[in-house]
């Protein structure tokens, strides 16, 4: 073969499309794609036959069938020619002393790109074939630092923001720096970029590493599976000649028994057959003679002699007696099958088939899930057979081999098995019965999500058009999942909860939105800071009814007890709390007075009710968290004053996420308390950036997950905790 042949080839064309790697004993399948001997091997272990990646066409071909398949030569000579080439590369030119980057099958010299670029020139050597060389890294990294825009000049500044290299020419770089953007040395982004790519390029190869693994233990677990499969058949097909066995023995037996009793019954019924056949020989002698007597007085004798043999002849076959001689030897036969063994079939059948861990199943929704770094979780497995209810056991574990300790709890028909992750990154729990098999759904993929400030939104005045200068207060979980955040404006915008802007909604009324509240069936209560009232909207925010006019002087937080169709609102001037029926817009009282008493309030800006249906009131004059109850009366002081961890400082906001705790911002900080007041941590870090957090909500339970409307900064943040 002409080493012209090099001229039309590419690189890759050398590439195995399984293993992404250089051919080695490639082998050609019907369709005339090319693949590595190896490779082809590996598919067949794995699936028992081939399906070309390429065409999708399978091949049943066996292991040493594969040896035998046609190897492509074409290829086999560019790999053995690309390797000779690169492995005989010198480290000079063999004109100058620069790197050589080609190389020429004709004239068989390494040359250089300048030196290329004269080879070129003479007509005769114009249409030699050229083999374009690897290059090194570092050669690559030099070409690289040269400007796209001026070739002759090396990049010497990146700009973050606009994530653009400059060289000293570079126009762009001038407006990078008056716009006060982030311009770092090119040495500086050079290094972000490698350590970047390293720390890339190692979490690629610990991916590649688990999902080898993961492909093993599939592979193994498919080899087992069939195995179980086999032997499976191998015992059904047993148990069936073992039933048919016992079934064919036991009627080998009734038919047995039915033809001793047929011999029994036929010796009685020839011996009954044969008395009256005689009785019969001797009646029809005896009318014989009795015919003769006729017209004859002289056989008067003789007809009396007759008489009495009839006589005798009649007692003995008296039918009584014949009736008696039956009844004592005739005999009913009759099949009565077994009724138990039909129940018994018709309930169980022939045996049991399940599936290998098919007696227990993982919720669905607990199959994949994502939880916060320490924050405890749990995993219900349902029971999908009535019997043979085991012991399970759970073990969780990282892909670097650390693992955490698993809590089994069986209780009404299914298990729950509960854990949780001190390390960030993926991690999965292996469940199985006391056989070591595992449930269906196991493994249960976990992925563990830092703690701590997740996304900061843009200035919420971006978003909107009306009242620009007033600055974000509320941000509540909408029922399509995402964000809803309001800023005194008829503006609300929604975010999803990543933080990714959706959509600006606009109430159609003029009004001001302080704080919200959703009531179900797409309803919501607001503070509306414009008329001093609290509006109830329908989902097109199109105004239903109004609370409180003429009553409320500065409505702030909002909340609804859906059982007892109570409207709840929090009053900073009036210093109490008023209760008003969802439902007709009724006021029902007022909780408090103001004062600085234990039950009394000052200024209290944000209200919540707890699953048992008690009252929690943030007093910002107070400086503390009170509860009440469904009576009003005051239960405790859940939260003090005070500017350390696990007290409050003007505390602005409240809620209570989905498992129960309550979550409470406060002048420079968010915490988290559980129902009781007991202080579990605080969520936020000091350079976080939070100043007057106020109005937020619960997003997420896994991972738990909290939003804030983050007030003087004007945008909202996201939280993991």
Same mark, same amino acid.
């Not at 070309?52 to 560019?78: F, M, V, W």
């Not at 068989?108 to 670029?117: K, L, P, S, T, V």
């Not at 195995?227 to 000649?241: D, G, P, Q, W, Y």
């Given at each position: /073969?002409?080493?012209?042949?090099?001229? %039309? %080839?590419?690189?890759?064309?050398?590439?195995?499309?399984?293993? !992404?790697?250089?051919? #080695?004993?490639?082998?050609?399948?019907?369709? !005339?794609? =090319?693949?590595?001997?190896? $490779?082809?091997?590996?598919?067949?272990?794995?699936?028992?036959?081939?399906?070309?990646?390429?065409?999708?066409?399978?091949?049943?071909?066996?292991?040493?069938?594969?040896?035998?398949?046609?190897?492509?030569? @074409? =290829?086999?000579?560019?790999?053995?020619y690309v390797e000779k080439i690169e492995s005989e590369k010198p480290e000079a030119c063999s004109r100058c002393a620069n790197q050589p980057q080609d190389y020429c099958s004709e004239c068989?010299?390494?040359?250089?790109?300048?030196?290329?670029?004269h080879h070129k020139m003479f007509p005769a050597l114009a249409n030699h074939p050229l083999y374009t060389l690897d290059t090194d890294i570092e050669e690559q990294s030099e070409?690289?630092?040269?400007?796209?825009?001026?070739?002759?000049?090396?990049?010497?500044? *990146? $700009?973050? #923001?606009?994530?653009?290299?400059?060289?000293?020419?570079?126009?762009? =770089?001038?407006?990078? *720096?008056?716009?006060?953007? &982030?311009?770092?040395? /090119?040495?500086?982004?050079?290094?972000?970029?490698?350590? #970047?790519? @390293?720390?890339?390029?190692? @979490?690629?190869?610990?991916?590649?590493?688990?999902?080898?693994?993961?492909?093993?233990?599939?592979?193994?677990?498919?080899?087992? +599976?069939?195995?179980?499969?086999?032997?499976?058949?191998?015992?059904?097909?047993?148990?069936?000649?073992?039933?048919?066995?016992?079934?064919?023995?036991? #009627?080998?037996?009734?038919?047995?028994? =039915?033809?001793q009793i047929y011999k029994e019954q036929s010796k009685v019924i020839d011996r009954q057959v044969k008395s009256i056949e005689s009785k019969l020989t001797q009646v029809n002698t005896l009318m014989e003679s009795i015919k003769k007597t006729m017209n004859k007085p002289t056989e008067t004798e003789n007809l009396a002699s007759y008489q009495t043999t009839i006589t005798v002849v009649e007692n003995d076959a008296a039918a009584d007696e014949l009736d008696k001689s039956f009844a004592k030897t005739r005999i009913t036969l009759k099949f009565i099958p077994s009724p138990k063994l039909v129940e018994l079939m018709n309930h169980e059948g022939v045996g049991k088939l399940i599936t290998v861990g098919g007696i227990y199943k993982v919720n669905k929704e607990d199959e994949n899930i994502s939880v916060t770094k320490g924050q405890p979780f749990s995993v219900r497995i349902s029971i999908l057979a009535e019997s043979d209810v085991g012991q399970l056991t759970a073990t969780l574990s990282n892909s670097s081999g650390e693992?955490?300790?698993?809590?089994?709890?069986?209780? &009404?028909?299914?298990?729950?098995?509960?854990?949780?992750?001190?390390?960030?990154?993926?991690?999965?729990?292996?469940?199985?019965?006391?056989d070591l098999l595992h449930v269906i759904g196991s493994p249960v993929s976990i992925k563990v999500e830092p703690l701590g400030l997740v996304h900061t939104t843009n200035i919420i005045s971006?978003?909107?058009?009306?009242?620009?200068?007033?600055?974000?207060?509320?941000?509540? !979980?909408?029922?399509?999942?995402?964000?809803?955040?309001?800023? *005194?404006?008829?503006?609300?915008?929604?975010?999803?909860?990543?933080?990714?802007?959706?959509?600006?909604?606009?109430?159609?009324?003029?009004?001001?939105?302080?704080?919200?509240?959703?009531?179900?069936?797409?309803?919501?209560?607001?503070?509306?800071?414009?008329?001093?009232?609290?509006?109830?909207?329908?989902n097109q925010y199109h105004e239903i009814r109004t609370f409180g006019k003429g009553v409320l002087k500065y409505p702030m937080g909002v909340t609804v007890n859906q059982k007892t169709r109570m409207l709840y609102v929090a009053d900073y001037e $009036?210093?109490?709390? %008023?209760? +008003?029926?969802?439902?007709?817009?009724?006021?029902?009282?007022?909780?408090?007075?103001?004062?600085?008493?234990?039950?009394?309030?000052?200024?209290?800006?944000?209200?919540?009710?707890?699953?048992?249906?008690?009252?929690?009131?943030?007093?910002?004059?107070?400086?503390?968290?009170?509860m009440f109850d469904g009576n009003d009366k005051l239960i405790k002081i859940l939260v003090g004053y005070g500017t350390e961890d696990g007290n409050v400082w003007c505390p602005h906001g409240i809620t209570i996420d989905m498992g129960g705790n309550m979550i409470v911002s406060s002048n420079h900080k968010l915490q988290l308390f559980d129902q009781n007041g007991k202080f579990i941590k605080r969520i936020d870090n000091k350079d976080d950036g939070l100043d007057t957090p106020c109005g937020m909500a619960a997003i997420s339970e896994r991972p738990r997950r909290a939003v804030v409307a983050n007030h003087r900064s004007n945008n909202v943040k996201i939280f993991n905790y």
């Open positions: /073969m002409s080493a012209k042949t090099v001229k %039309f %080839f590419d690189k890759r064309d050398l590439e195995c499309s399984i293993c !992404l790697q250089r051919f #080695t004993d490639p082998k050609a399948l019907n369709c !005339l794609h =090319i693949y590595c001997l190896n $490779c082809l091997q590996d598919l067949m272990r794995r699936h028992g036959k081939i399906r070309c990646p390429k065409c999708r066409q399978t091949y049943d071909l066996k292991d040493g069938a594969l040896k035998h398949l046609k190897c492509n030569e @074409t =290829i086999s000579y560019l790999v053995e068989e010299m390494y040359m250089c790109r300048q030196c290329i670029q070409d690289s630092l040269n400007c796209k825009n001026h070739p002759d000049k090396k990049l010497e500044d *990146y $700009c973050r #923001t606009c994530k653009l290299p400059a060289c000293e020419d570079c126009k762009h =770089i001038l407006s990078c *720096y008056r716009n006060q953007h &982030k311009v770092i040395p /090119m040495e500086t982004a050079l290094n972000d970029i490698n350590k #970047t790519v @390293t720390e890339t390029m190692k @979490t690629a190869e610990g991916i590649k590493r688990q999902l080898k693994e993961k492909l093993d233990v599939i592979t193994k677990e498919r080899s087992e +599976f069939e195995s179980n499969l086999k032997l499976s058949r191998t015992a059904i097909e047993i148990h069936e000649s073992k039933i048919i066995r016992k079934v064919k023995e036991e #009627t080998k037996i009734m038919m047995a028994n =039915i033809t693992k955490s300790a698993t809590e089994v709890v069986h209780r &009404k028909g299914e298990y729950t098995v509960t854990g949780r992750c001190n390390l960030e990154g993926d991690w999965q729990m292996d469940i199985t019965d006391g971006e978003y909107k058009e009306h009242d620009k200068e007033d600055k974000v207060t509320d941000v509540v !979980l909408d029922t399509d999942g995402c964000m809803l955040v309001s800023s *005194y404006s008829k503006d609300l915008i929604k975010f999803d909860q990543s933080g990714g802007f959706v959509s600006k909604i606009r109430i159609p009324q003029n009004v001001q939105v302080n704080q919200t509240h959703l009531i179900g069936n797409g309803h919501m209560v607001y503070s509306d800071d414009l008329g001093k009232c609290v509006v109830m909207c329908d $009036c210093h109490c709390v %008023f209760k +008003f029926n969802i439902d007709d817009g009724s006021l029902l009282g007022k909780i408090s007075s103001e004062g600085s008493e234990a039950g009394q309030m000052k200024k209290p800006e944000d209200v919540a009710v707890t699953k048992d249906g008690h009252l929690i009131v943030a007093e910002f004059g107070n400086c503390r968290i009170q």
